[in-house]
């Protein structure tokens, strides 16, 4: 079992930064402003030959029982009590505050190994806070600066002394190698839940996991960084994405709704399947349907999530009429599955991971070239490509040189005159005759080379 570190500390020392150090990737959201991170975010940490579980925490802050800040606080406490030891986090700058005391009394109440940092350590300033940090009674503080990769070397020894058993060796590289190379169907498909803000995603990730793993809020915005958490399913894995709402660019002005913006933007291009969510009193408006087209444009699987059914009652022709809208307005992903849910009650959640699953075989599949081209040969003859200032446009052949989306080549004579509106015809002849419903397709045309072209250039 892995070693876990848990990051404490009050907001705005440096947490997440030093977290994003560790796992070697930028993936915690860093800004000036006090209490970006929210959720707990856990990461593979590495530093020199050690490896490691590290977990990001929001700031320790008190706040009124049941308010958001509580909740966040009952987040870092979990953090701190799953944890095997603490990093506990000072700014060196700032130096000692009374909320850095009280925060220092709780870690050292909870039992568990304390490793004192004083972050931002460079310079004068650094020098005196880091000094002053001695007065907290957890024993000799590593200085490092997070942000500059500074004593970092210190901090290796002293997390080594700790986990003395954790060095790495060549046997520890194989059996990581196996494990990069496990089978297909043993990876956890990735799946990111996006929607609009307010549209019920962490409630639905919590209501599937059965405990308050993410923070939720009547309030629009609660959720800032992307949160990933493992998901067992009638013995499947799946990693799930809990991201920040999507909202109109015109309405983004704050830096900070940004860079949550851009998180999700970068699970939705890592995820294999992504579940767009939308709102059942609300549902199939304008930013919906902006989301979903990105959704395709990226190439991923999409299953669409109709979620707070339950505040609509039980309407007979729901999904009927569902799909009747989806299917006019989103006609680039037709036949891409529709399940009513509601993470509140906790219903259709069986219904919603079936549709995952069924998307990503989808998604992943391939057909022989044969079979391609058995239906290109009739759908050609069927309707064949119009003529083009009086000269017949020949398509020859079709192959399929990727899957995750399906992709096709289409070899044939000047494909710059080939319509849009065939490519089109095409594209909806695949989705019936291969099933194909709902994925991301993509064909490219390719003109065959002339065998005839070096005799017209000897004759020029």
């Known amino acids: 079992m892995s070693f876990t570190l848990a990051i404490v500390g009050r907001p705005n020392v440096g947490k997440s930064t030093l977290f994003n150090r560790l796992v070697g990737q930028k993936i915690a959201l860093v800004d000036d402003q006090p209490g970006v991170t929210r959720d707990r975010r856990e990461g593979a940490g590495r530093l020199g030959d050690l490896d490691f579980t590290i977990i990001d925490t929001a700031g320790l802050d008190d706040g009124p029982r049941g308010s958001l800040t509580a909740r966040m606080r009952e987040q870092t406490e979990t953090a701190i009590a799953t944890a095997d030891a603490l990093l506990f986090m000072i700014d060196a700058r700032a130096g000692l505050t009374p909320a850095d005391k009280g925060f220092a009394d709780l870690a050292r109440r909870a039992g568990k190994p304390v490793v004192l940092i004083a972050n931002k350590s460079e310079g004068k300033h650094g020098e ?43 046997d520890d590289d194989e059996e990581h190698d196996e494990e990069e190379r496990e089978p297909e169907a043993s990876r956890a498909i990735r799946v990111a839940i996006v929607g609009r803000p307010n549209a019920g995603k962490s409630t639905f990730i919590n209501r599937l996991l059965g405990e308050e793993r993410l923070l939720t809020s009547e309030e629009a915005g609660t959720t800032r960084d992307s949160i990933a958490v493992d998901v067992d399913w009638k013995g499947r894995h799946f990693r799930v994405f809990d991201t920040a709402g999507l909202r109109r660019r015109a309405r983004i002005e704050e830096k900070l709704e940004k860079l949550s913006v851009a998180d999700t933007l970068r699970a939705v291009r890592f995820a294999e399947v992504v579940v767009l969510m939308m709102d059942a009193s609300h549902r199939f408006e304008e930013q919906d349907l902006r989301i979903a087209d990105l959704i395709e444009r990226e190439g991923r699987a999409l299953v669409i999530a109709v979620n707070k059914a339950d505040l609509i009652g039980r309407q007979a022709n729901l999904l009927s009429s569902l799909r009747q809208d989806v299917d006019h307005l989103l006609p680039q992903v037709r036949g891409v599955p529709i399940v009513p849910v509601s993470g509140l009650m906790g219903e259709g959640i069986d219904a919603l991971m079936r549709a995952v699953e069924e998307a990503y075989r989808v998604w992943n599949r391939r057909t022989s070239t044969s079979a391609l081209n058995r239906w290109f040969e009739q759908a050609t003859s069927a309707n064949p490509p119009p003529s083009v200032s009086g000269r017949r446009l020949r398509l020859n052949y079709i192959t399929q040189t990727k899957a995750r989306p399906p992709s096709f080549v289409v070899f044939c004579t000047r494909a710059d005159a080939v319509p849009e509106s065939y490519l089109r015809y095409l594209v909806n002849g695949m989705r019936t005759a291969l099933e194909l419903p709902g994925t991301p397709i993509r064909i490219t045309l390719r003109e065959k080379a002339n065998p005839f072209a070096h005799k017209a250039r000897r004759k020029s």
Do not use: C, K, N
């Open 128 to 170: 005196i806070g880091a000094m002053e940090s001695y007065a907290l009674g957890l024993g000799e503080p590593v200085a490092i600066s997070a942000e500059h990769g500074e004593g970092l070397s210190e901090l290796y020894d002293a997390l080594l002394a700790l986990m003395p058993d954790q060095h790495r060796d060549e």
